[in-house]
């Protein structure tokens, strides 16, 4: 379980975007690589994933928002399955999303171009 970031104001929430990062440390004493899908980083061929909510989950800018996110392993996709629960902590609502398959092409969001 995570806590969400501060809003600054009211918010309605329909889904949640995650994305990774890879860090290459290798054998050797220089800089490690990171391979990043972030929206900040360059594009790579691979994208960030959207996780739309079962419902909209709304959320005053001073309520305490956490998330939890649970993955399977799916060997025969050679993948992983995720399930994701946003919970507002004042209002005591909870939305969610899974399970979804991280090797679905339709959970890719669409790259920058």
């Known amino acids: 379980e995570a806590n969400f970031p501060r809003r600054s104001r ?17 054998a ?5 690589v990171v391979l990043s899908t972030s929206p900040a980083a360059p594009t790579t061929v691979w994208a960030q994933c959207r996780f739309l909510l079962d419902k909209p989950l709304a959320a005053k800018a001073d309520e305490r928002l956490t ?13 992983y399955a995720l399930w994701v629960e ?17 090797s679905d092409v339709h959970v890719r969001a669409s790259p920058r171009v």
């Not at 050797?28 to 490690?32: F, I, K, M, Q, R």
């Not at 998330?67 to 993948?79: A, F, G, Q, Y």
């Open 86 to 102: 946003l919970r507002n902590r004042a209002s005591g609502a909870v939305s969610r999303a899974g399970p979804i398959e991280l």
């Open 28 to 32: 050797g004493a220089g800089e490690p």
């Open 67 to 79: 998330v939890r996110c649970d993955m399977k392993e799916n060997k025969l996709r050679e993948s």
């Open 10 to 26: 009211d918010a309605v929430i329909d889904g949640l975007c995650g994305w990774w990062d890879a860090v290459f440390t290798g």
